[in-house]
Nanobody, 125 residues
């Protein structure tokens, strides 16, 4: 079992930056691939980024490539999403997710077993 808690969301102006954190419980965090998804009002949840359980691979949806960076610190049982050059269209609730020994190319929410409660990111124009 893995419990995930996101933090770091907030209100930021367009062009600004935020870093989201996803703290995981348990001693086997290093065995889990981590993903970030987001859901804007009235829209379906969509994939944002993922990192493999080894940390050797990352993958991003096209709209965030070059602006967002996913990373992990296994010593701290934490995954991160650094978000730069934020745009109003990035406004959403952001969720982290985990799957045991998963790939960075897991882009479907059904591929993940564990989810956090979400953190709100609002980008003003």
């Amino acid at each position: 079992q893995v419990q995930l808690v996101e933090s770091g969301g907030g209100l930021v102006q367009a062009g600004g930056s935020l870093r989201l954190s996803c703290a995981a419980s348990g001693r086997t965090f290093s065995s889990y691939a981590m993903g970030w998804f987001r859901q804007a009002p009235g829209k379906e949840r969509e994939f944002v980024a993922a990192i493999s359980w080894t940390g050797g691979s990352t993958y991003y949806t096209d709209s965030v490539k070059g602006r967002f960076t996913i990373s992990r610190d296994n010593a701290k049982n934490t995954a991160y999403l650094q978000m730069n050059s934020l745009k109003p269209e990035d406004t959403a609730v952001y969720y982290c997710a985990a799957v045991l020994r998963g790939s960075a190319y897991y882009t479907k929410d059904t591929q993940y077993n564990y989810w956090g409660q979400g953190t709100q990111v609002t980008v003003s124009s």
